[in-house]
């Protein structure tokens, strides 16, 4: 709603009047994007609060919203003047993603930097940046001495006729074995903005809204061990979200829960991603703020498809006997890897898991093992336990996994949010990567770019994913229009650990799958992760013609481009994604009804392609000829399709 009809009307004079050079302290400044589509104003309303404006081809995206942030020794909220503002310059960046939806990304913003001061004369710098795709800033605190953060008010005021698309935050504790929060709820799908949170802990990032015409994705880019991770606060009365924070409890034994540094620190930054879905969805807003990587060689790192046991399998499949047999299941499909879950130290034993990893070796098949983070948090018995605590005994593990020619592990049963946890997740990344070792985190954070920072980063979890479907008959019921929100919130900017691909049964009488065979063979294209595990047994693959296998065999997962075709949060989602001279397409239907789609598939050029789509009796697949150009097909309830074009 709006908050200051004076702050509208400045910023209606200056829309006019202004450029994109800064204006001086006690005006409005504007700051556009290159191509001049996004515009992001900031100004000091008459109680001397700052506050900002977003706006898209001139339409209004964000109302006026609040800026401000409080430390124990500094507020910064209201009584501000604005001392400077720098001329707008252009920021322009070249680098790789190998975990993510583009291999190679040129990002281009202006950035103008706006220096406040309190009454007390103490400085608080706020930094912009406009690029084509979303505006973001972030705080910055200059100077030495100790600092610790209290509290921010970043709000995000949408019309009243917005709509959201949501995911509700896990509460501390809660969960098997208090292993909450993990990110892994369902969203509420197209609710009016200022809907109550069904959770006390609010809403997750990233959130997606519907506001005048543009699609609107808010999230948080950049896991700096010195600042918490943050979420949005429960309540948003007449549709103004606020930035909320962790929960007591949400942090690494002993540690911190909110920011705190001894010398200049900087939050994350806050992002506002604006566009058409397409524009959401191709945006890299999520890796271009993220830190650049601080690994120098990394070349250890190499992306992949894994075979997986306890997907489908659990526990009692982690055996020497098991493992072997997966590990044939990885070799034969081509896959890189093969991940053996909990409990492997107890009923394998290191001695034996050294010969698992010989034998893999010979098979051209990579390990991984899987390991609690441990400490208070959490209460899980599963092992190994206790071994990542601590940097000294974290970095003995992690070089006798590098000596036995272990290629990765995937750790479980984090904290939360707070500041020390994050910390935890920058402490184990960084000394996996001195032992050349690959991560996966589960039951996590977001990663809110932190693959880029970290390039051994290949998967989070992050996700109510194909774990839970196995468990529960709601979640196998929601599973279709689910798996078609994703790609329009959580997978947007950062990898995501779904663990993908079940075409048989799920091994648990109590639970039948609703999503049909095409939906999950699309899964592993529209899902991006720098890792993907097929949950299908070796048995179950065997069952699947051999076009599908075929498929599965040559699936890449580093993509060098990709593009939505046509979708809606929930309802379905088409992707084309690009490796190579080959390109993919995937799609979902989400709803309970057949999907006609007319897909344009001309910028493929002349080219001829395979189609594998959902048969006519359930679980079964039908395969034909196609050419790039017009494509007209109906997808199944709950079904999908692929199709290779080369």
């Known amino acids: 709603m709006n908050k200051s009809v004076l702050s509208l009307a400045m910023l209606a004079l200056c829309l006019g009047a202004c450029s994109n050079t800064g204006s001086g302290p006690g005006n409005n400044v504007v700051l556009s994007s290159p191509d001049g589509s996004v515009r992001v104003s900031v100004s000091l309303n008459a109680q001397g609060a700052p506050e900002y404006q977003v706006f898209h081809d001139e339409r209004t995206?964000?109302?006026p919203s609040d800026l401000g942030i409080r430390l124990q020794s500094a507020a910064f909220e209201q009584g501000l003047s604005l001392t400077s503002a720098s001329e707008p310059t252009l920021v322009e960046d070249h680098y790789e993603m190998h975990q993510g939806k583009q291999l190679d990304i040129h990002y281009q913003a202006n950035e103008q930097t706006l220096r406040f001061a309190n009454a007390e004369g103490e400085p608080l710098v706020i930094r912009l940046r406009a690029s084509d795709d979303g505006v973001a800033f972030r705080y910055e605190f200059p100077g030495e001495g100790a600092k610790r953060f209290e509290r921010e008010i970043t709000s995000f005021d949408f019309p009243a006729s917005a709509k959201a698309w949501m995911q509700r935050m896990q509460v501390v504790n809660t969960g098997f074995e208090g292993t909450n929060p993990a990110y892994e709820e369902h969203y509420e799908m197209e609710i009016p903005v200022g809907t109550e949170s069904p959770s006390e802990a609010g809403w997750v990032f990233p959130a997606l809204f519907h506001s005048n015409g543009d699609w609107v994705l808010l999230s948080e880019v950049g896991m700096q061990g010195n600042f918490h991770a943050s979420r949005l606060q429960p309540e948003s009365p007449e549709g103004e979200y606020r930035i909320g924070l962790p929960m007591e409890g949400e942090v690494f034994s002993g540690g911190e829960r909110l920011a705190h540094d001894t010398g200049a620190f900087h939050s994350p930054w806050r992002t506002i991603t604006v566009g058409s879905l397409a524009d959401i969805t191709v945006s890299t807003m999520g890796t271009d703020l993220a830190?650049?990587?601080?690994?120098?060689?990394?070349?250890?790192?190499?992306?992949?498809?894994?075979?997986?046991?306890?997907?489908?399998?659990?526990?009692?499949?982690?055996?020497?006997?098991?493992?072997?047999?997966?590990?044939?299941?990885?070799?034969?499909?081509?896959?890189?890897?093969?991940?053996?879950?909990?409990?492997?130290?107890?009923n394998i034993g290191y001695e034996r898991m050294q010969e698992l990893v010989d034998y893999a070796v010979s098979k051209e098949v990579g390990l991984i093992l899987w390991y609690n983070s441990a400490g208070d948090w959490n209460t899980a018995p599963?092992?190994?336990?206790?071994?990542?605590?601590?940097?000294?005994?974290?970095?003995?593990?992690?070089a006798r996994l590098q000596a036995m020619g272990v290629r990765g592990v995937k750790v479980d049963f984090f904290p939360g949010d707070g500041q020390s946890a994050i910390a935890y997740y920058r402490d184990l990344l960084q000394d996996a990567a001195d032992f050349e070792l690959m991560v996966n985190h589960h039951g996590s954070t977001l990663p809110r770019g932190i693959q880029r920072t970290f390039p051994n980063m290949m998967t989070m979890e992050s996700v109510h994913g194909m774990e839970m479907v196995t468990f529960f008959q709601e979640t196998a019921d929601k599973e279709p229009s689910h798996a078609a929100m994703l790609p329009f919130a959580r997978n947007v900017f950062d990898p995501m650990d779904y663990t993908p691909t079940a075409f048989n049964h799920l091994h648990n009488p109590e639970v039948t799958r609703k999503s049909r065979n095409g939906m999950q063979l699309a899964m592993p294209v529209v899902f991006v992760s720098g890792q993907t595990h097929i949950v299908e047994t070796p048995d179950g693959m065997a069952k699947v013609p051999e076009y599908v296998r075929a498929f599965l065999r040559d699936l890449p997962v580093v993509w060098d481009e990709s593009r939505l075709l046509t979708g809606y949060p929930g309802k379905?989602?088409?992707?084309?994604?690009?490796?190579?001279?080959?390109?993919?397409?995937?799609?979902?239907?989400?709803?309970?009804?057949?999907?006609?789609?007319?897909?344009?598939?001309?910028?493929?050029?002349?080219?001829?392609?395979?189609?594998i789509t959902d048969g006519s009796e359930p679980r079964?697949?039908?395969?034909?000829?196609?050419?790039?150009?017009?494509?007209?097909?109906?997808?199944?309830?709950?079904?999908?399709?692929?199709?290779v074009f080369e």
């Open 61 to 63: 995206v964000l109302e």
């Open 291 to 346: 830190e650049p990587s601080v690994i120098a060689d990394a070349d250890f790192v190499e992306p992949g498809m894994a075979s997986w046991s306890w997907g489908l399998l659990k526990d009692e499949s982690i055996t020497y006997d098991i493992q072997k047999w997966y590990i044939d299941y990885a070799a034969d499909m081509g896959w890189e890897y093969t991940l053996v879950d909990v409990n492997w130290d107890q």
């Open 382 to 398: 599963y092992t190994p336990r206790d071994k990542l605590l601590t940097r000294e005994s974290r970095r003995a593990e992690f």
């Open 572 to 611: 379905h989602a088409v992707f084309a994604r690009r490796s190579g001279e080959r390109w993919y397409i995937a799609g979902l239907n989400g709803e309970d009804e057949p999907k006609s789609l007319e897909l344009d598939l001309s910028f493929i050029g002349d080219a001829e392609g395979t189609l």
């Open 620 to 643: 079964s697949f039908e395969q034909r000829a196609v050419e790039a150009g017009p494509l007209e097909l109906t997808l199944a309830p709950a079904g999908g399709f692929v199709a």
